[in-house]
């Protein structure tokens, strides 16, 4: 069984970067990635993804300051946040899907505070 861990979370001033990683216990190379989010009182949303082939796409409003990447030989996909604002304050969650193997897995999330 596939487990993921999110690392990288923390407490950082609006303007500020963060990078999150998602370490997987064993070959993502033929899972589709997602991050998610989950704001307090608001349900979990897809804001960016890659693709096997390292197609990325992303919710608009984390266009140009998110980018997700992905290192296959490490097992590990990457999330760069910069210019962060108090509104991406959330439990930030690494997703592995893959509907050839039946597989839907999740990491335990690592939470993400943009403030003062």
Same mark, same amino acid.
């Given at each position: 069984q596939l487990q993921l861990v999110e690392s990288g979370g923390g407490l950082v001033q609006p303007g500020g970067s963060l990078r999150l990683s998602c370490a997987a216990s064993g070959s993502i190379s033929s899972y589709w990635m997602g991050w998610y989010r989950q704001a307090p009182g608001k349900q979990r949303e897809l804001f960016a993804s890659i693709t096997t082939a390292g197609i990325t796409n992303y919710k608009d409003a984390m266009k140009g300051r998110f980018t997700v990447s992905r290192v296959n030989a490490k097992n590990t996909v990457y999330l760069q946040m910069n210019t962060l604002k108090p509104e991406d304050t959330a439990a930030y969650y690494c $997703?592995?899907? #893959? =509907?050839?193997? #039946? =597989? $839907? +897995?999740? /990491?335990? /999330? @690592? =939470? +993400? @505070?943009v403030s003062l």
């Open positions: $997703n592995a899907f #893959s =509907m050839i193997r #039946s =597989m $839907n +897995v999740w /990491g335990q /999330g @690592t =939470m +993400v @505070t």
